[in-house]
C-alpha cells in the first residue's frame, strides 16, 4: 500500500529531529576572552594596520594570514601572538588591549570552540 506506515512515519520524524538536533549540537559556544572590549580591539586593529601588512605578504584582505589550523592553534597561543606582534612591532599594548585584539580575531577568523561550557571566566 502507498499510504505511509505509522513506522514509516515515525521513522521519518526521527530523521527530522535528527536533522534538526545535530547542527544545532555542532554549532559550539566559541570560547570568550574575559575582559575583552570588541569595540577597543576593532579600533587598534584599524589603528596599527595590521590588515595591510599582512595582506602585503598573503594578498587578498590580509585575513589568509590567520590560521586557525596552523601554529596558533588555541585561544591561548593567539592571544600570545597578538602579545609578541605587538612588542615586535613596539606598540606598547596594555594586556586588556592586546587581550581585545584578541577577541576580535577570535570572533571573524580564528573561530575557536571554549574548551568546555562554562570555562570562559565570568
Ligand atoms: C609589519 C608587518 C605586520 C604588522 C604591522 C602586523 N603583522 Fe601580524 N603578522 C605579520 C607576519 C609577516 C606574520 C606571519 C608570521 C609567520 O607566519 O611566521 C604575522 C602573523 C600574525 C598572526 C599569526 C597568524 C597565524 O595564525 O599564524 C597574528 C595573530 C597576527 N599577525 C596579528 C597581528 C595583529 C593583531 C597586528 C596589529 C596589531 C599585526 N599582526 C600587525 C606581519 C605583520
Known amino acids: 500500500m502507498r499510504r ?3 513506522q514509516s512515519l ?17 554549532a559550539q559556544t566559541l570560547h570568550r ?5 570588541i569595540a577597543l580591539g576593532e579600533k587598534l586593529i584599524a589603528e596599527h594596520a595590521c590588515a595591510a601588512c599582512h595582506q602585503r605578504k598573503v594578498g587578498g584582505d590580509g585575513s589568509g594570514i590567520y590560521r586557525p589550523k ?6 591561548g597561543a593567539l592571544r600570545g ?9 613596539k606598540l606598547q599594548l596594555f594586556p586588556e588591549e592586546v587581550t581585545s585584539i584578541a577577541a576580535v ?8 570552540p571554549a574548551a568546555h561550557p562554562g570555562a570562559a571566566k565570568p
Open 33 to 37: 576572552y574575559a575582559d575583552a572590549d
Open 4 to 6: 505511509p506506515t505509522a
Open 105 to 112: 580575531l577570535q570572533r571573524d577568523h580564528y573561530r575557536f
Open 70 to 75: 596552523g601554529r596558533v592553534n588555541n585561544p
Open 81 to 89: 601572538m597578538v602579545d609578541y606582534c605587538s612588542v615586535e612591532l
Open 10 to 26: 515515525a521513522a521519518a520524524s526521527l530523521v527530522t529531529l535528527a536533522a534538526v538536533t545535530v547542527p544545532s549540537a555542532g
